[in-house]
């Protein structure tokens, strides 16, 4: 079910998607090749080993123990990191430092083996590679000055690589492909979300939670629109009365007072043609505008109405429980182009004589009931 609700989420804003992404990769592409300056990377790698020379057979055991332990490798791994010795080997090549600020070196231990990988990473190379060499070469010259037991030497020397280590077009164009479609699909399920936060926001102003039906004031507001669109056409106004359960309603479950209003508010949009209006008039009572219609054709419309909310209602989850809902209702037509306000007062006096009288729905007569 979340799977397709997300789904349905990104399908309805693929377009957001697609511009987040393209956005993206159109930046990525910019910025490699026309904002950053290409990086180029220059590896050597050293050996560490004990002095053939200085180590009889049983001290070569205990070397090869050390090394095991890694200790010395990294003190020579170190050695390479360390800012004098780099220092000390720009000025031995007959370079000022201050000249390859741009440059940044880097020793890392490869794994399970005596091998130290010496990087230089740089805008030119060649200079990248002659350091490599060049401050790999002062740094073995300092090493064997202070042990002798064990030896450093290159493995492999630096070349001018030929192609930069970064930016890589290709690969952060991918990348940015990605990040673009995951911040894509983040904003479409957050507008989303805030659309039906806002649509919420909005329908809680015109529609009443507890029945789904308008709110007062959004009935109210429509009915005055329609006689303002039609002032001589005739209408009905209905108000419906749940008498039955107007002792019991502050003791039931918000749940079931939900039940109870919703199936009320299905059975009037049921009964009633499209255009009618159906409210909530108040806690028990139902608003219902029948355009184009008078009071003699309304009395059949509601009669009808009245039988089917007669019925008893079951709630579910509440162990067959039936309420007897009891309905009276009160109803007036609008005639001659009065005031609607008339016509909800009259029609809340003809629901006065419902509730008093035998006769449980009533329309408003000037003269008098009966």
């Given at each position: 079910?979340?799977?397709?609700?997300?789904?349905?989420?990104?399908?309805?804003?693929?377009?957001?998607?697609?511009?987040?992404?393209?956005?993206?990769?159109?930046?990525?592409?910019?910025?490699?090749?026309?904002?950053?300056?290409?990086?180029?990377?220059?590896?050597?790698?050293?050996?560490?080993?004990?002095?053939?020379?200085?180590?009889?057979?049983?001290?070569?055991?205990?070397?090869?123990?050390?090394?095991?332990?890694?200790?010395?490798?990294?003190?020579?791994?170190?050695?390479?990191?360390?800012?004098?010795?780099?220092?000390?080997?720009?000025?031995?090549?007959?370079?000022?430092?201050?000249?390859?600020?741009?440059?940044?070196?880097?020793?890392?231990?490869?794994?399970?083996?005596?091998?130290?990988?010496?990087?230089?990473?740089?805008?030119?190379?060649?200079?990248?590679?002659?350091?490599?060499?060049?401050?790999?070469?002062?740094?073995?010259?300092?090493?064997?000055?202070?042990?002798?037991?064990?030896?450093?030497?290159?493995?492999?020397?630096?070349?001018?690589?030929?192609?930069?280590?970064?930016?890589?077009?290709?690969?952060?164009?991918?990348?940015?492909?990605?990040?673009?479609?995951?911040?894509?699909?983040?904003?479409?399920?957050?507008?989303?979300?805030?659309?039906?936060?806002?649509?919420?926001?909005?329908?809680?102003?015109?529609?009443?939670?507890?029945?789904?039906?308008?709110?007062r004031v959004f009935f109210e507001r429509r009915i005055r629109q329609e006689v303002s669109v039609q002032p001589n056409v005739v209408n009905t106004l209905g108000i419906i009365y749940l008498n039955g359960i107007q002792d019991i309603y502050d003791s039931l479950p918000q749940v079931y007072i939900n039940q109870i209003m919703r199936k009320v508010t299905g059975t009037l949009k049921s009964e009633l043609r499209g255009n009618d209006l159906v409210g909530r008039w108040s806690k028990l009572q139902f608003g219902v505008f029948l355009l184009s219609t008078d009071g003699a054709s309304a009395m059949r419309r509601l009669e009808r109405i009245r039988e089917i909310l007669d019925q008893p209602v079951t709630l579910e989850g509440a162990d067959e429980l039936s309420i007897h809902l009891d309905p009276r209702i009160g109803f007036s037509d609008r005639q001659g182009g009065e005031a609607i306000s008339v016509t909800m007062t009259q029609a809340e006096s003809a629901l006065d004589i419902s509730m008093a009288s035998t006769a449980k729905i009533n329309m408003y007569k000037v003269r008098p009931f009966g």
């Open positions: 079910m979340e799977i397709r609700f997300f789904l349905k989420i990104i399908q309805r804003g693929w377009w957001m998607i697609a511009i987040s992404a393209l956005l993206a990769v159109n930046f990525s592409l910019i910025y490699s090749y026309f904002i950053v300056t290409p990086e180029y990377e220059a590896v050597a790698r050293f050996i560490v080993s004990p002095n053939l020379e200085n180590t009889d057979s049983r001290d070569m055991v205990n070397s090869l123990e050390a090394l095991d332990k890694r200790s010395i490798i990294a003190t020579y791994a170190e050695v390479l990191n360390s800012y004098q010795i780099t220092t000390e080997a720009l000025r031995v090549l007959g370079n000022d430092p201050a000249d390859f600020t741009a440059y940044t070196t880097s020793a890392t231990l490869l794994p399970d083996a005596n091998i130290i990988r010496y990087s230089v990473k740089g805008p030119d190379p060649v200079v990248a590679a002659r350091l490599a060499n060049g401050i790999g070469q002062y740094a073995i010259d300092y090493v064997r000055k202070l042990y002798v037991v064990y030896n450093i030497d290159f493995l492999d020397q630096a070349t001018a690589a030929e192609e930069p280590s970064s930016p890589r077009p290709f690969q952060d164009a991918l990348l940015a492909l990605l990040v673009g479609l995951v911040i894509g699909v983040g904003l479409a399920i957050f507008r989303d979300q805030v659309s039906g936060t806002l649509a919420r926001i909005g329908q809680r102003n015109t529609v009443d939670y507890e029945s789904q039906a308008l709110a």
